[in-house]
């Protein structure tokens, strides 16, 4: 035989490989098999890999033949090898790290042997990527579970939240209706938030109208009701409910009684968060203020039957009472007016602002706090005058006090306060929760996704055409999953006011384009047309906000559209506003639907099996609201639908410290 060459001999009738030809076919067999084989040496020192090895691996022959088996092996520490090496054969499972880091499951079948008094490992190796999507599952539903049981216990801590809540607002309510102060609570948009029957009553308002300063029928009925609308209007209807300051304001109604109106802002943490007005009826109290100017005898007929606190007051000493403040501080006529101390029965008195002085010139309104003689407190809101010779008390000046008893009032606004924060508390833990619920979902979702495209990559391709839709299936699961996930994180940011209106110029006729021209890349059934009155449009706008608007009010136009029908998306501006139109032919909303649609997850009655959360308009709804504009709906079942937003038009030099 040739130097490098191959020979075979005939022996007994057969061919035999020479020693050296046998092991040059026992290399060339060993490189032709799929499963990873190599040598270990002492230390675990590679002495002869093949070629899947180094296609696993993705090391070249040459690297792994200097380097040990731990450089690859992940889990190399936790296998006791002097152990395997007494057994002489064995079978485990390991991970093993590729050149390029990818991190791996695999069979291992070791056996070691002993030539030349030389002992060392002979290794097959399989890749088993198929059990690591076993492992994620696991891993996922054990992380669900985890999840689980913290939404349990934060559900819990809601419950009890809940709990408090509503036992603060029964109380809250009780308090309310049995006072006789009528008592009305009133948000930045102007609408009529609560009221007690209290008001209802003194004001006779029917239940077909609906109250809300934004309602042209509700201050039509309060104008008619007075003498003098226009101060009720400058003073009391068009103050804002952001408005930082304390009044007292006098109504005079045409059918002659007289109302005293007091509103002050209330704050949370140093912040407005709405206003509330408390009328009276001061009617009797503004007669006896009149009948004190008659005449001493008039005024007392009148003082002593009228439910109203009366005082005369000279210098420090009370001159006269009248029986309803008996009855109200507990002490009799002759205590109050044989040398009592004053200071004993007034604790503090608090001046009131009036801002129609034209009609109370010649007095002023405090709020007094009493000390009754059993020792608790009460507050009057009283009309407080100079009677300087009206009565005859030897020709020095008296003063007149005439209150009516608002502690039942006071103990209301402090509950309000209180219940006013606990809803923040509950809505800012709700947030929390919502934020928390998404995150958790996430990772476990993140988990199915990665093993959804590691089986699409193992499938067997004579398998592909019976498995492939139902990974598609998985995907498309996912992925309506993590954008319902991104919605109801979306929604808690906004209800939590963690989302900022930044107005800055945008081209809108360009970004309408845009807008359309992403969304018909993924859908194809249904046309979009855009109309628009100009070919350039500038305004200043929160671009951040005005994309999910029209995204959402797009998406459901073709979500609750037959296929190939056509929506319309028209931009135009008319008397300073800047309007969208979104318009489908689709299954429409029925009147009863169209009352609800923009609440938090409510969804029209008509829309069969079609996904959805029912978040998308209440969050629409949101951000109209922070740029100052408004939405409306039209609509006919089978016929259509058509939205319609309108912005006002603000300057560029517009910013967001200006709302």
């Given at each position: 035989?040739?130097?490098?060459?191959?020979?075979?001999?005939?022996?007994?009738?057969?061919?035999?490989?020479?020693?050296?030809?046998?092991?040059?076919?026992?290399?060339?067999?060993?490189?032709?098999?799929?499963?990873?084989?190599?040598?270990?040496?002492?230390?675990?020192?590679?002495?002869?890999?093949?070629?899947?090895?180094?296609?696993?691996?993705?090391?070249?022959?040459?690297?792994?033949?200097?380097?040990?088996?731990?450089?690859?092996?992940?889990?190399?520490?936790?296998?006791?090898?002097?152990?395997?090496?007494?057994?002489?054969?064995?079978?485990?499972?390991?991970?093993?790290?590729?050149?390029?880091?990818?991190i791996f499951l695999v069979e291992i079948s070791i056996s070691y042997v002993k030539?030349?008094?030389?002992?060392?490992?002979?290794?097959?190796?399989?890749?088993?990527?198929?059990?690591?999507?076993?492992?994620?599952?696991?891993?996922?539903?054990?992380?669900?579970?985890?999840?689980?049981?913290?939404?349990?216990?934060?559900?819990?801590?809601?419950?009890?939240?809940?709990?408090?809540?509503?036992t603060s607002l029964s109380l809250l309510r009780s308090t309310l209706e049995s006072?006789?102060?009528?008592?009305?609570?009133?948000?930045?948009?102007?609408?009529?938030?609560?009221?007690?029957?209290?008001?209802?009553?003194?004001?006779?308002?029917?239940?077909?109208?609906?109250?809300?300063?934004?309602?042209?029928?509700?201050?039509?009925?309060?104008?008619?009701?007075?003498?003098?609308?226009?101060?009720?209007?400058?003073?009391?209807?068009?103050?804002?409910?952001?408005?930082?300051?304390?009044?007292?304001?006098?109504?005079?109604?045409?059918?002659?009684?007289?109302?005293?109106?007091?509103?002050?802002?209330?704050?949370?943490?140093?912040?407005?968060?709405?206003?509330?007005?408390?009328?009276?009826?001061?009617?009797?109290?503004?007669?006896?203020?009149?009948?004190?100017?008659?005449?001493?005898?008039?005024?007392?007929?009148?003082?002593?039957?009228?439910?109203?606190?009366?005082?005369?007051?000279?210098?420090?000493?009370?001159?006269?009472?009248?029986?309803?403040?008996?009855?109200?501080?507990?002490?009799?006529?002759?205590?109050?007016?044989?040398?009592?101390?004053?200071?004993?029965?007034?604790?503090?008195?608090?001046?009131?602002?009036?801002?129609?002085?034209?009609?109370?010139?010649?007095?002023?309104?405090?709020?007094?706090?009493?000390?009754?003689?059993?020792?608790?407190?009460?507050?009057?809101?009283?009309?407080?005058?100079?009677?300087?010779?009206?009565?005859?008390?030897?020709?020095?000046?008296?003063?007149?006090?005439?209150?009516?008893?608002?502690?039942?009032?006071?103990?209301?606004?402090?509950?309000?306060?209180?219940?006013?924060?606990?809803?923040?508390?509950?809505?800012?833990?709700?947030?929390?929760?919502?934020?928390?619920?998404?995150?958790?979902?996430?990772?476990?979702?993140?988990?199915?996704?990665?093993?959804?495209?590691?089986?699409?990559?193992?499938?067997?391709?004579?398998?592909?055409?019976?498995?492939?839709?139902?990974?598609?299936?998985?995907?498309?699961?996912?992925?309506?999953?993590?954008?319902?996930?991104?919605?109801?994180?979306?929604?808690?940011?906004?209800?939590?006011?963690?989302?900022?209106?930044?107005?800055?110029?945008?081209?809108?006729?360009?970004?309408?384009?845009?807008?359309?021209?992403?969304?018909?890349?993924?859908?194809?059934?249904?046309?979009?047309?855009?109309?628009?009155?100009?070919?350039?449009?500038?305004?200043?706008?929160?671009?951040?906000?005005?994309?999910?608007?029209?995204?959402?009010?797009?998406?459901?136009?073709?979500?609750?559209?037959?296929?190939?029908?056509?929506?319309?998306?028209?931009?135009?501006?008319?008397?300073?506003?800047?309007?969208?139109?979104?318009?489908?032919?689709?299954?429409?909303?029925?009147?009863?639907?169209?009352?609800?649609?923009?609440?938090?997850?409510?969804?029209?009655?008509?829309?069969?099996?079609?996904?959805?959360?029912?978040?998308?308009?209440?969050?629409?709804?949101?951000?109209?609201?922070?740029?100052?504009?408004?939405?409306?709906?039209?609509?006919?079942?089978?016929?259509?639908?058509?939205?319609?937003?309108?912005?006002?038009?603000?300057?560029?030099?517009?910013?967001?410290?200006?709302?």
């Amino acid at each position: 035989m040739n130097s490098g060459e191959y020979t075979l001999a005939r022996s007994n009738n057969q061919w035999a490989l020479q020693p050296e030809v046998e092991m040059k076919f026992a290399h060339l067999l060993i490189n032709q098999t799929v499963d990873a084989a190599f040598c270990l040496g002492a230390n675990a020192q590679f002495l002869y890999v093949n070629d899947a090895t180094c296609l696993m691996t993705e090391y070249s022959r040459e690297e792994l033949l200097s380097m040990r088996l731990n450089d690859i092996d992940v889990d190399f520490s936790l296998h006791n090898w002097s152990n395997i090496s007494l057994q002489r054969s064995l079978t485990f499972k390991s991970r093993y790290r590729t050149k390029g880091g990818r991190i791996f499951l695999v069979e291992i079948s070791i056996s070691y042997v002993k030539h030349q008094d030389i002992e060392f490992g002979c290794a097959f190796v399989r890749e088993k990527a198929d059990e690591i999507v076993e492992l994620s599952v696991e891993k996922w539903t054990n992380e669900l579970k985890d999840a689980k049981d913290d939404l349990q216990q934060e559900f819990s801590q809601l419950k009890s939240k809940e709990v408090e809540l509503e036992t603060s607002l029964s109380l809250l309510r009780s308090t309310l209706e049995s006072t006789a102060i009528g008592i009305v609570a009133v948000n930045f948009e102007g609408d009529i938030l609560s009221l007690n029957q209290k008001f209802v009553e003194m004001w006779q308002i029917p239940e077909s109208l609906i109250l809300s300063k934004k309602c042209p029928q509700s201050k039509t009925f309060f104008e008619n009701k007075l003498k003098d609308p226009q101060t009720f209007n400058r003073f009391i209807w068009e103050v804002s409910s952001q408005s930082d300051f304390e009044s007292y304001d006098i109504l005079e109604l045409k059918d002659g009684r007289v109302f005293a109106h007091y509103s002050k802002p209330h704050l949370l943490e140093d912040k407005i968060i709405g206003r509330v007005w408390s009328i009276w009826d001061i009617t009797k109290s503004k007669q006896t203020e009149e009948a004190l100017r008659l005449n001493a005898a008039r005024f007392q007929t009148l003082a002593e039957t009228t439910d109203a606190s009366t005082f005369l007051i000279q210098g420090t000493q009370l001159c006269y009472i009248n029986p309803a403040v008996e009855k109200l501080t507990g002490y009799t006529r002759e205590e109050l007016l044989t040398g009592f101390e004053l200071r004993r029965l007034i604790k503090s008195k608090k001046r009131r602002q009036v801002r129609n002085q034209s009609e109370a010139s010649n007095f002023e309104y405090q709020e007094i706090n009493i000390l009754t003689k059993n020792g608790t407190e009460r507050w009057l809101a009283c009309a407080v005058a100079m009677l300087d010779g009206v009565l005859d008390f030897g020709g020095n000046p008296v003063e007149l006090i005439a209150g009516i008893d608002i502690t039942d009032y006071k103990y209301a606004e402090l509950g309000l306060n209180q219940a006013l924060e606990q809803a923040k508390q509950l809505s800012e833990l709700r947030a929390r929760f919502l934020s928390m619920v998404c995150h958790q979902f996430r990772t476990p979702l993140n988990i199915v996704s990665f093993s959804n495209s590691l089986l699409k990559e193992e499938v067997d391709k004579r398998t592909q055409k019976k498995i492939q839709p139902l990974l598609d299936h998985i995907q498309k699961a996912t992925e309506q999953l993590g954008q319902m996930l991104d919605d109801i994180l979306f929604f808690s940011k906004a209800e939590s006011a963690k989302i900022n209106f930044q107005p800055k110029p945008l081209e809108l006729v360009q970004f309408c384009n845009d807008l359309i021209a992403r969304m018909q890349m993924n859908v194809n059934q249904n046309s979009i047309y855009f109309v628009s009155q100009d070919k350039s449009l500038t305004a200043c706008i929160d671009k951040k906000l005005l994309e999910p608007i029209l995204n959402n009010l797009l998406d459901n136009a073709i979500k609750y559209s037959s296929s190939n029908m056509a929506i319309e998306l028209k931009l135009y501006c008319k008397n300073e506003k800047l309007i969208f139109q979104v318009k489908d032919m689709g299954i429409g909303i029925s009147v009863a639907d169209q009352q609800r649609i923009f609440e938090p997850f409510y969804r029209g009655s008509n829309i069969d099996h079609i996904p959805g959360t029912g978040l998308g308009l209440s969050i629409l709804k949101t951000l109209v609201d922070l740029h100052q504009g408004q939405v409306s709906v039209e609509s006919q079942i089978c016929v259509g639908t058509t939205f319609t937003v309108m912005f006002p038009l603000i300057n560029s030099e517009f910013t967001s410290s200006e709302l």
